[in-house]
């Protein structure tokens, strides 16, 4: 066994890498750019076959590797954050042509202001854009999931492109023990793409639909796409079990730890998944009984799990790292419309916390689970609730008043 | 401050631990404070992120440990170790952060002659050899075998300049090792409310993230993260009024009536576009730090 120290980029690499990609259209952007420097030093040595083209955007990014897609070629590209938002006129697009390849998003908190750090509002912009989603919480998983994206996209019954997604920082520069699989049997689980009948050549002009449809034809080429995804649902299965059985990892659609006894639920996606499972872990210790539920998958929505774990618990905290402004937590509403009009689920508590990268503390986690618990007794969930503290008002407060002294200084000493 | 926490990371991962390491930074750039987390646990590790509150923390450059904005004090309390890289002593830097904890000074060779500490040869090496041997659990061969792995592609030389430095400080600390002890996980059968409040409505006036100020990029002095420095030789330049002038993404270089290019070292980054640019090779590049030196 070959397990080392990599950080969630190079792992995500190295998914591309025994992945055995034949083309990289690359764009580099904060924190992703490791993952392209990764592959094109490989390519670079000979470590590895496949081309590697920076192009002058990721709308020409994403655009090159939906064309080679359909070439019938395997494809991989990396961007992240203001990158993916570029690109997401081509990302409707290109899933309209039903040509898989893997797509990594290195997830970051989007502008303005700008951060670099993590949140999922970049990835939840490509929620609906034809796209399924795996969302990874350790270096390990990026590894995985890269593999298992493949197989899931180039499914005959899916035939789409796949986004995988780690948070900046907490994985993409955080290096892990990850195992780096043998390449023959990855070769087994992942056999070179049978492209069938993806064939596009320039030479050889070819039709399956006109070029502007009224809304008959054009609902059906779209509901087509909406069932190809969630045909992804029990493509996944299958192939999460093939890969359980080739390297003994278990990377279920939706994650429940500690889930069997709990009446207590937290609910979460991303790396910050994992202080969950620690305060999980704590809270266990001191005598709850509660559980993490964290989906992997998020396109196609498991919806089925999500019942299934949550019949009979009392209450759970769902936890965005996100925030449809104007609405709330993306995931929260997600949740709760899979467990709507269902008998005996758990009453749902609302919580928006880790924009930007913002940490959540154990003792947040605690507070959360105790506000669930007494949310569910009562029958009443409460407001959702921003995790921030008085502390941290006083910390932007301190950038205002340094902005405002510096606007009435260029202001030549006018007042605000 | 990334290398001596990957040394580090790799050390304790030879030793059998799981382990996470990671460097933190904003928009990178010279001269900006970084920091660098290691854990190290038996058991595979769920926390991830900053460490709220070290066991030991190393502090490389003793001039950020009283910046705020560097956060050097962020979390330690009586349990925490400083080891800080100073000429001062352990019990000064105590009294002026008025630290709880422990504090050891990173012994270094007294023949070392360098007007800041933090100027230190291999002060990476250093920090990781004596971080290595406070926390009690790391070999020397696993220490040596690190250095090799995460400096290897550097070549021998900086291998051994580095393995030299780093056992030099593991062994000057061999009286404190295992000085820094592992704290039990924060329980979770009291724990203290955090302090949330309800954000209230701030008109846009107030609460809209706006920069509108040209003059900003200006005043900032983004020369001073360049590391090569381009410098135009004016017999070799043929006077083609736009070339260098037009690549330079900083828009810092300006030509005069006469069309000789000049440079704005207040705000060029040393990105070497005009090198690449110039058709008749009249730029060449010298190093920073000696044409300071002779400045």
């Known amino acids: 066994m070959n397990r080392i120290l990599i950080t969630g980029n190079v792992a995500a690499a190295w998914g591309a890498r025994l992945a055995d990609i034949d083309y990289c259209p690359a764009f580099p952007i904060t924190p992703q750019t490791e993952i392209i420097e990764t592959l094109a030093a490989w390519i670079d040595q000979g470590e590895m076959p ?37 690109a997401l006129e081509m990302l409707y697009n290109v899933a309209g042509w039903r040509a898989p390849f893997v797509l990594v998003n290195v997830s970051r908190g989007l502008a303005a202001p700008i951060t670099l750090e993590p949140d999922h509002n970049d990835i939840l912009a490509a929620r609906d854009c034809g796209f399924l989603q795996i969302h990874c919480a350790t270096c390990q998983e990026v590894l995985d999931s890269v593999l298992m994206a493949y197989r899931l996209g180039e499914d005959p019954s899916v035939r789409l492109p796949v986004l995988v997604n780690l948070d900046g920082f907490y994985l993409s520069f955080t290096r892990e023990p990850v ?9 087994e689980f992942l056999p070179p793409f049978d492209a069938g009948t993806i064939r596009f050549r320039a030479s050889a002009p070819e039709s399956q639909a006109v070029a502007v449809l009224s809304g008959g034809p054009y609902s059906y080429f779209r509901y087509e796409m ?8 029990a493509a996944y299965d299958r192939i999460a079990t093939e890969f359980e059985a080739s390297f003994g990892r278990n990377w279920p659609a939706v994650e429940a730890y500690r889930c069997e006894d709990a009446e207590q639920l937290f609910v979460m996606m991303g790396s910050f998944a994992t202080k969950a499972k620690a305060a999980v872990d704590s809270l266990r210790a001191a005598g709850w009984r509660i559980g993490l539920l964290r989906p992997r998958l998020l396109r196609p929505f498991p919806e089925g799990l999500f019942r299934y774990w949550m019949r009979g618990k009392r209450g759970a905290a769902v936890i ?21 009009g269902q008998p005996d689920m758990p009453l749902l508590t609302s919580f928006i916390g880790g924009l930007g990268g913002r940490d959540i503390p154990p003792e947040e986690f605690f507070e959360m689970a105790r506000i669930a618990r007494d949310a569910a007794e009562q029958g009443q969930a409460p407001p959702p609730r921003l995790l921030y503290t008085a502390d941290e008002l ?12 510096e606007r009435a200084r260029l202001s030549g000493g006018e007042q605000p | 401050m990334k290398t001596a926490g990957r040394i580090l990371g790799t050390a304790f991962f030879r030793e059998g631990y799981e382990v996470q390491d990671a460097p933190r930074y904003g928009a990178e750039r010279r001269g900006a404070p970084i920091f660098a987390f290691v854990r190290a646990d038996k058991n595979p590790i769920l926390e991830r992120g900053i460490i709220r509150r070290p066991d030991l923390a190393v502090v490389a450059d003793d001039t950020l440990a009283p910046m705020p904005s560097a956060g050097v004090l962020a979390g330690m309390d009586g349990h925490s170790l400083m080891l800080i890289n100073s000429h001062e002593t352990a019990e000064t830097w105590r009294g002026r952060l008025a630290l709880p904890g422990r504090v050891l000074v990173l012994p270094a060779s007294a023949e070392v002659e360098v007007e800041g500490r933090a100027a230190l040869p291999q002060v990476g090496a250093a920090c990781a050899g004596a971080a290595a041997r406070l926390v009690g659990v790391i070999g020397p061969d696993a220490l040596a075998a690190a250095i090799r792995d995460e400096l290897g592609h550097l070549g021998e030389g900086v291998v051994a300049d580095n393995l030299g430095v780093a056992s030099h400080a593991y062994d000057l600390l061999a009286a404190e090792a295992g000085a820094v002890t592992e704290r039990p996980p924060q329980a979770a059968d009291a724990w203290q409310s955090p302090d949330w409040i309800d954000l209230p409505f701030e008109g846009a006036g107030i609460s809209a993230p706006a920069i509108h100020a040209g003059l900003t990029s200006e005043l900032m002095q983004t020369g001073l993260w360049r590391t090569m420095r381009p410098v135009i030789d004016p017999e070799r330049c043929n006077h083609c009024w736009w070339v260098c002038s037009t690549f330079c993404p900083d828009s810092a270089i300006s030509v005069d009536g006469k069309g000789n290019p000049h440079i704005d ?26 044409e300071q030196g002779r400045e």
Do not use: W
């Not at chain 1, 790292?321 to 509403?333: A, D, E, F, R």
């Not at chain 2, 980054?269 to 730090?289: N, Y």
């Open chain 1, 50 to 86: 496949g081309r590697l083209v920076m192009l002058e955007s990721e709308h020409a990014m994403v655009t090159a590797a939906g064309a080679a897609a359909a070439t019938g070629v395997r494809v991989f590209s990396a961007t992240s954050s203001q990158g993916l938002l570029y």
């Open chain 1, 179 to 187: 195992d780096i699989p043998d390449p023959s049997a990855v070769r």
């Open chain 1, 226 to 233: 909406h069932l190809a995804a969630r045909n992804g649902l």
């Open chain 1, 320 to 340: 965005d790292q996100n925030i449809s402004l104007g609405s709330g937590g993306v995931l929260y509403s997600e949740v709760a419309a899979a467990i709507h």
């Open chain 1, 394 to 405: 006083r910390e932007t407060r301190k950038l205002q008043t340094l902005a405002r002294v």
């Open chain 2, 265 to 290: 070292y207040d705000h060029c980054k040393g990105c070497l576009v005009c090198l690449a640019q110039c058709p008749p090779h009249a730029i060449r590049a010298v190093p920073e730090q000696r």
